[in-house]
């Protein structure tokens, strides 16, 4: 087991796979890795915050959308992914259908955690806070934007924390739609039966998702310490 370490850090840290165009360069799987991440994740906030903004803000379609979403999570990104790409090649033609499937699979993945994170923020803001708000004069929108958001910010943040690592460690399975990022490199490795390959390019996305963990992490505090003195 040692050895099999051994050698995929070998191969991870080897210059040959971070000169860019190379054949399974590090550095260009990353930046496509990322780029599948960033474009997933937009696509869920636009649809999970906006609704979590809505459950909170007036307590209403809590148990419909936590039912939904919560079955969502349960589904396998893979076989969604393979699903829709079966389903909509025909009417859409193959690139679409694989770009949609790819997109849905892995928006689908980030949903639940952002969604819960934004209403249970905006749940958990005091009630006397808002009544006080509403008593000054501030309409629902104006306390939802200025009150109620900037303190559920750091539960928020927390819930897109989740959802992004999530994205971040299911995004290998882009390759099975003919999209680039850090999955290629483990599909290639098993096409070849190369396990220097698979492991190494598992051991990236693991430090990737630390990476990244740490990052939110910071700007998870950043919005807690801000909270507090505000």
């Known amino acids: 087991m040692m050895e099999f370490l051994l050698s995929a850090l070998s191969w991870l840290l080897s210059p040959d796979r971070y000169e860019p165009g190379a054949l399974y360069s590090v550095p260009d799987r990353l930046v496509e890795h990322l780029q599948i991440v960033a474009a997933c994740v937009a696509i869920a906030a636009i649809v999970a915050v906006p609704l979590g903004c809505w459950i909170g803000h007036t307590g209403k379609g809590r148990r419909v959308v936590v039912g939904i979403t919560s ?50 923020g905006i749940e958990g803001v005091d009630r006397v806070t808002i009544d006080a708000a509403r008593a000054s004069g501030m309409t629902e929108w104006q306390i939802l934007t200025k009150v109620e958001l900037p ?55 693991a430090l990737l998702a630390i990476v990244i963990d740490l990052l939110l992490a910071l700007v998870q505090r950043s919005a807690q310490r801000a909270r507090h003195l505000a």
Do not use: E, H, K
Request: aromatic residues 4%.
């Open 71 to 120: 079955a969502a999570r349960a589904a396998p990104a893979l076989g969604l992914l393979i699903l829709l790409v079966m389903l909509l090649t025909d009417p859409l033609g193959t690139r679409q259908a694989q770009l949609i499937g790819c997109g849905v699979a892995l928006s689908v993945l980030a949903i639940p955690s952002i969604l819960a994170g934004t209403y249970s």
């Open 151 to 205: 303190l559920a910010a750091p539960v928020l943040i927390g819930g897109l924390r989740a959802g992004v690592l999530m994205v971040v460690a299911t995004a290998t399975i882009a390759s099975f739609a003919g999209f680039g990022g850090i999955g290629a490199i483990i599909a290639a490795g098993i096409g070849l039966n190369d396990y220097d390959l698979m492991l190494g390019a598992s051991i990236l996305v």
